[in-house]
């Protein structure tokens, strides 16, 4: 039971060989689907879920390698954007979802701009906040420190081929990741990394115009992750698309500014439908 004494099931499907983690609750003839971040969880959009399930059937994911503080199995290979996509897109027939209305956060963006893309039929609206998909232009720094990287790892391969030297290339390749990945990179198991660099290597720019839902776009002014000229680039593509902006927020605009999400999120998706 929820905490509006809405009846919730807890299930662990088995999608395309990996183990999924998906709550649903709450009932009415629309169904919604909620798609978190990288590294995070469903339950970080357990007020979306609470306002959602008055009228809607709801079913929110843990993406494998991710959901339960980052414990949830991984996927069964590295997998990038299409996979997990196609892994969504198998949870909404199975659970006959379809069309549902999606809100996304980062990464569950990415694979919402996706599924919405290849399978319009499968989506009604659509809430994308802080949405993840546009590469950023590399500056010339941050080339700098790419080269330097992929040299002292090729440097580290060349002794590994050796066998001369033991398990000391591998430290030295874990000693190069956390001294140049990000946070999120560094606190990655392997294999998990893998997936990483599947997933940011896709840009899909080139499919928002492909994109026939209704859709909201609701970002931080503040957001570093992924910044304010990606929503207005979103904006700008995606056929029908509006763009609200919270100035005082980042990254994570629906939970800083949650209960103005929420106003916004039950009015596009709830009243008047």
């Known amino acids: 039971m929820g905490k509006n004494g809405v009846e919730q099931a807890k299930m662990l499907l088995e999608v395309n060989g990996a183990k999924v983690d998906v709550c649903v609750s709450g009932s009415g003839e629309r169904a919604a689907l909620l798609l978190h971040g990288w590294g995070c969880s469903a339950e970080m959009m357990r007020s979306v879920a609470g306002l959602l399930e008055r009228g809607m059937r709801v079913a929110a994911i843990d993406f494998p390698g991710h959901g339960k503080e980052g414990k949830a199995l991984p996927p069964p290979q590295p997998w990038g954007v299409p996979e997990y996509m196609e892994m969504t897109a198998q949870i909404i027939r199975q659970l006959h979802l379809a069309p549902c209305d999606i809100v996304a956060h980062s990464f569950g963006a990415r694979v919402a701009i996706l599924l919405a893309s290849t399978y319009p039929e499968l989506v009604g609206r659509m809430i994308l906040t802080g949405a993840a998909g546009i590469k950023k232009p590399k500056t010339g720094k941050a080339t700098m420190r790419q080269n330097l990287y992929k040299g002292l790892r090729g440097a580290v391969n060349v002794l590994d081929k050796t066998h001369l030297f033991g398990e000391l290339p591998e430290k030295g390749r874990e000693a190069l990741v956390q001294k140049f990945g990000s946070p999120d990179y560094r606190a990655l198991t392997p294999e998990m990394r893998k997936t990483f660099n599947m997933v940011i290597s896709l840009d899909l720019t080139d499919r928002l115009e492909m994109i026939k839902a209704p859709t909201l776009l609701y970002w931080g002014a503040k957001d570093t992750e992924t910044p304010l000229w990606m ?33 916004i999120a039950e009015s596009f998706l709830m009243e008047g439908r």
């Open 231 to 263: 929503a207005q680039t979103m904006k700008e593509r995606i056929p029908d698309a509006g763009l609200v902006v919270e100035e005082n927020a980042g990254h994570f605009a629906y939970l800083e500014q949650n209960a103005r999400f929420l106003r």
